[in-house]
């Protein structure tokens, strides 16, 4: 994701005061834990079991929702999300909220993740692009479904830590680099998936523009620190239809979108 002035705060708006509650909760207890110490963190993360933390995950959080599709559920059991996120909250990796990961910057919940991945329906053939590479763990999660991944991150600090990890944990078909994801990656387009992990205050021109034909692309549009709306976006014989999803908060996208 891009770099934002807020906390950490989940995709999904809560409604209700006891959701607003909760909502307080997560977001305390997320900076709590990534100010704890450092020993606190190892050894919690030395006793985690993180293959059930994960079945677990994908158990309560993504199929008792509306999250149906077997191979994104195959994925998210797969991908090891405590990697991408830092020593002193990977006890929390599992957790129904997002997590800081530095340079004021948060990895997203799990289940908005295996939403707009579902949304994308990826196929194997098939060659995405992701704006907002963020920890890489959507790269991850698309790089287990689709025969190539693209992913641009604003920050270069962050892009290349992520592709470093990335490439440690043996995702050979991600291709990752520094840039504005509001240009997208022309080079290698079209593509068949597009995935955008920031508020955009409008849908980037370029990126309609590099989606194939039949391709979808999934992105949240919305002023920054207001409600914002995930839409679907799909191409049909050139012309873009537009579905609007639910109502979401991101961090907003930097760059030339902001011009």
């Known amino acids: 994701m891009n770099a934002s002035p807020f906390p950490p705060v989940p995709e999904i708006l809560p409604s209700g005061v006891r959701g607003a509650l ?24 030395a006793a985690a079991d993180y293959p ?13 929702r509306d999250i149906w599709d077997r191979k994104v559920l195959e994925a998210m059991v797969k991908v090891p999300r405590h990697e991408f996120v830092p020593q002193a909250v990977k006890h929390l990796a ?50 287990e479904l689709v025969d190539q991944v693209y992913t ?30 509001y240009l997208g990656w022309p080079e290698a387009a079209p593509f068949d998936v597009i995935l955008v992990t920031a508020a955009a205050g409008r849908i980037p021109e370029p990126l309609q523009e590099q989606l194939a034909e039949g391709g979808r692309l999934v992105i949240p549009v919305g002023d920054p620190g207001r409600v ?13 239809r537009r579905q609007d999803v639910l109502s979401v908060r991101f961090v907003p996208m930097t760059g030339k979108i902001r011009q």
């Open 94 to 143: 599992y957790e129904d909220h997002p997590l800081p990961i530095g340079l004021r910057q948060t990895i997203s919940q799990p289940y908005i993740v295996a939403l707009m991945t579902q949304l994308a329906d990826p196929r194997k053939e098939a060659k995405a692009l992701e704006i907002g590479t963020g920890s890489g763990y959507q790269a991850a999660v698309l790089a």
């Open 228 to 240: 914002q709306k995930l839409l679907l976006l799909t191409k049909e014989e050139g012309r873009i």
């Open 152 to 181: 641009i991150e604003i920050v270069p600090e962050l892009a290349r830590r992520s592709a470093a990890l990335l490439k440690r944990l043996g995702y050979e078909n991600v291709f990752a680099r520094a840039g504005d994801g």
């Open 52 to 64: 059930r933390l994960r079945r677990e995950m994908v158990e309560s959080q993504l199929r008792s």
């Open 22 to 45: 909760m909502f307080l909760f997560a977001v305390l207890f997320s900076l709590i834990a990534a100010c704890g110490s450092q020993d606190s963190g190892d050894s919690a993360s």
